[in-house]
Nanobody, 126 residues
């Protein structure tokens, strides 16, 4: 079955950086766009960034452009989220996700994603 395993979360001071990793198995990784979502307590889950199957296309939430970078390594079946200049409002559980259907596009709705990791907690202290 499909498994997505995130790692790299932790506690960091404001202004710091973290790199999240997601290792995938059970799917032909290079056929799928991938996404990173986050959910803070009491808030809805939101799409942070997504990347096309080839890595040639990316999407970022407007509020995060310039601070976060998504990239992938299809040979390693992994997708990454490099986060810099972190702010306390970035504190959330971060999830890696794969869409239900392999396609050339970059799904931007959480309802298009059917495979989810368990999440990794990112906490940014002020």
């Amino acid at each position: 079955q499909v498994q997505l395993v995130e790692s790299g979360g932790g506690l960091v001071q404001a202004g710091g950086s973290l790199r999240l990793s997601c290792a995938a198995s059970g799917l032909t990784f290079s056929n799928y766009a991938m996404g990173w979502f986050r959910q803070a307590p009491g808030k809805e889950r939101e799409l942070v960034a997504a990347i096309s199957w080839s890595g040639g296309g990316t999407y970022y939430a407007d509020s995060l452009k310039g601070r976060f970078t998504i990239y992938r390594d299809n040979a390693r079946k992994s997708v990454y989220l490099q986060m810099s200049d972190l702010k306390p409002e970035d504190t959330a559980n971060y999830y890696c996700a794969a869409p239900v259907i392999a396609s050339f596009g970059i799904p931007q709705s959480q309802y298009e994603y059917g495979y989810w990791g368990q999440g990794t907690q990112v906490t940014v202290s002020s």
